[in-house]
Structures are given as structure tokens and as C-alpha cells.
T-cell receptor
């Protein structure tokens, strides 16, 4: 079982739609969580960190459910420019440090 | 803003050549990473470094080596390039090495598209 799993999609949605992505993690020592966005043939860019109480940045809302070990990303009022791959990222503690695990990503296509 | 700069966006080399990929970050980050990304396989960690002259193997170190002589610079070396090393190579950096810094994200360079002919 992968340490971080995402639905690869693709998700095809019309402009203005609300779309949600889930990401599950298997290691209970996971402590920090992030969503990255990656455009085609570009580098991943940090979209937002995910905090325990949930957090919002404009049209984007991130949630964390430690009991069920998943995080989610909600995009409201989708724009054409939201089309990208969204990567779920988890930092996992181990003695002396931590390691970063990237999910394989979920592809989103927003259509006019 | 964090700036991670990779020396080349596109690179074409021949089988058997020794290839150097350079990465520089300007934020005094302790951690630096080299990944490769291939369609359907996601990001795979090759090597990382948490301090000058320190290096740790990632998930796929075979065929690669690294060098970190200065804090801001992390080099990836393909000792004898092979066609299966054709890929997108991404360098990243992040702040801090112990658990206090586990909430710090990684920041990526633009990537180098390497083709081995």
C-alpha cells in the first residue's frame, strides 16, 4: 500500500463548478500536510499548507481528518486556469527528523 | 520569496557521458533534494542532503551521485548516462532538519528536461 494515495482522475468539470479531491495517508506519524499544484511540464508549486483546524485561501479550502487519515482540497467556482495536477504531500516523523512523501497527483481539467 | 535555480531547462546528452545538473538556492536552506519525474510514476527521490558535505540516498540512487560543497549548491551527477535516465529532474530545498521544521514545505526549481540519446 502506498503511503500517500490520491485518485489520479482526471476530473473534468465545467467552469464555475465546485470540485473536491481527497488524499489518504497510511502512516499515523504523519504530521504536516500540503497541497501543491503542478502545471503541465512545470515544477510543483506550493498551493497551501493544511492545518488541523482546516484553512481557506480564497476559493480553496483544505481540511484534515486525522482520525480517518485523509486530507481534502475543495475548489469553489472553478476557473479555466485551475486546470493542473494537484499533489498531496505529507511529512512523516521518524527518530531524528522527518521525510516527505508526495502523492502521484490528481489531474483536473476545467472546461468552458 | 524562495528562489531555487537549476542550471539548464533543457539538456541533450549522449549515452556514456558524465552529466552534471546544478541547483542553487538563495534562502540559506539546510535541506536540498533531487527528484526525477516520469509520466505515471510521480516524483521519485534520488538523493537529498541536510548539510554541507552530507548526503543521503533516496529511493532510486542507482546510477547517480551528488555533491554539496557549499550550502547553497547541490549537484546531481550521472556518472555514465543511459537512455533510461531520460527524464525531468527537479531540485528542491527546504528549511531545517529536525522535527521543529516539519511544517516547512519544499520549494522547487523550474526543472531540467534531460534527454539521453
Amino acid at each position: 500500500r502506498k503511503e500517500v494515495e490520491q485518485d489520479p482522475g482526471p476530473f473534468n468539470v465545467p467552469e464555475g463548478a465546485t470540485v473536491a479531491f481527497n488524499c489518504t495517508y497510511s502512516n499515523s506519524a504523519s504530521q504536516s500536510f500540503f497541497w501543491y499544484r503542478q502545471d503541465c511540464r512545470k515544477e510543483p508549486k506550493l498551493l497551501m499548507s493544511v492545518y488541523s483546524s482546516g484553512n481557506e485561501d480564497g476559493r480553496f479550502t483544505a481540511q484534515l481528518n486525522r482520525a480517518s487519515q485523509y486530507i481534502s482540497l475543495l475548489i469553489r467556482d472553478s476557473k479555466l486556469s485551475d486546470s493542473a495536477t494537484y499533489l498531496c504531500v505529507v511529512n512523516i516523523y521518524y527518530t531524528g527528523g522527518f521525510k516527505t512523501i508526495f502523492g502521484a497527483g490528481t489531474r483536473l481539467f476545467v472546461k468552458a | 520569496d524562495v528562489k531555487v535555480t537549476q542550471s539548464s531547462r533543457y539538456l541533450v546528452k549522449r549515452t556514456g557521458e558524465k552529466v552534471f545538473l546544478e541547483c542553487v538556492q538563495d534562502m540559506d536552506h539546510e535541506n536540498m533534494f533531487w527528484y526525477r519525474q516520469d509520466p505515471g510514476l510521480g516524483l521519485r527521490l534520488i538523493y537529498f542532503s541536510y548539510d554541507v558535505k552530507m548526503k543521503e540516498k533516496g529511493d532510486i540512487p542507482e546510477g547517480y551521485s551528488v555533491s554539496r560543497e557549499k550550502k547553497e549548491r547541490f549537484s546531481l551527477i550521472l556518472e555514465s548516462a543511459s537512455t533510461n535516465q531520460t527524464s525531468m529532474y527537479l531540485c528542491a530545498s527546504s528549511l531545517g532538519t529536525d522535527n521543529l521544521y516539519s511544517n516547512q514545505p519544499q520549494h522547487f526549481g523550474d526543472g531540467t528536461r534531460l534527454s539521453i540519446l
